[in-house]
Nanobody
Framework: QIQLMESGGGSVQAGGSLTLSCSAS????????IAWFRQVPGKEREGLAA?????????????AYAASVRGRFTISRDVGGDAVYLRMNDLNPEDTAVYYC?????????????????????WGQGTQVTVSS
């Protein structure tokens, strides 16, 4: 069973940037899909970005982004394969939330295009991001 831990949250002014890190208890490359979510009180958990397995012939793994963050947020995996990052640029107060990383075992077929919480079975504890205007 994989264990996940987020870090890098904090307070930032609007227009600023943060990079969140998701450290895993095992190497995730080619073993797990990893995704980032966020949640504010009273709302459902929102899928932001996901990184999937590297293809059979190498090359970069497929990625998925929610429309709300595409172009501002970037998901990546470190060379060692046991950490995943979420680079967040041009932050605004609406980005204030608790951010979670999550993992799931890949399923047959192409990776999903949408980042959906019910697809993921392993979760970190979350890290708070606060953006002030």
């Amino acid at each position: 069973q994989i264990q996940l831990m987020e870090s890098g949250g904090g307070s930032v002014q609007a227009g600023g940037s943060l990079t969140l890190s998701c450290s895993a208890s095992t190497i995730t490359r080619n073993k797990y899909y990893i995704a980032w979510f966020r949640q504010v009180p009273g709302k459902e958990r929102e899928g932001l970005a996901a990184i999937y397995k590297t293809g059979p012939f190498g090359g970069p793994p497929p990625l998925a982004y929610a429309a709300s963050v595409r172009g501002r947020f970037t998901i990546s995996r470190d060379v060692g394969g046991d950490a995943v990052y979420l680079r967040m640029n041009d932050l605004n107060p609406e980005d204030t939330a608790v951010y979670y990383c999550a993992a799931t075992v890949p399923r047959p077929g192409p990776p999903p295009r949408a980042v959906v919480a019910s697809d993921y079975h392993y979760w970190g504890q979350g890290t708070q991001v606060t953006v002030s205007s």
